[in-house]
């Protein structure tokens, strides 16, 4: 069993940076697949990024690309996301996923553990 808990969100304003974490307990997070995704208000849940097991393979969503970075800590046990340049459109509830079974997915489907998510709001 593996416990994801999410952490930085917030509110902040249009054009600003933010960089949220993801701390995992219960296993060794070197042996997940690793993306967040995130939720607006009356949207349906979207891929924001994926980062592979070792950290040396990552995949950005749409929205993300050119703004965004993936990293992980294994040693550590952390996965983050570096957002800059955030826009009102960003204004969502980001969520931290694991696959136990894959090296790199962008498929919600194939995650196996969810954090409860951390709501970030950007006002403009």
């Known amino acids: 069993q593996v416990q994801l808990v999410e952490s930085g969100g917030g509110v902040v304003q249009a054009g600003d940076s933010l960089t949220l974490s993801c701390a995992a307990s219960g296993r060794a997070f070197g042996g997940f697949g690793l993306d967040w995704f995130r939720q607006a208000p009356g949207k349906e849940r979207e891929l924001v990024a994926a980062?592979?097991?070792?950290?040396?393979?990552?995949h950005y969503g749409d929205s993300a690309k050119d703004r965004f970075i993936i990293s992980r800590d294994n040693a550590k046990n952390m996965l983050y996301l570096q957002m800059s340049s955030l826009e009102p459109e960003d204004t969502a509830v980001y969520y931290c996923?694991?696959?136990?079974?894959?090296?790199?997915?962008?498929?919600?489907?194939?995650?196996?553990?969810w954090g409860k998510g951390t709501l970030v709001t950007v006002s403009s």
């Open positions: 996923a694991a696959a136990a079974a894959y090296d790199f997915t962008i498929r919600a489907d194939l995650m196996d553990y």
């Open positions: 980062i592979n097991r070792s950290g040396g393979r990552v």
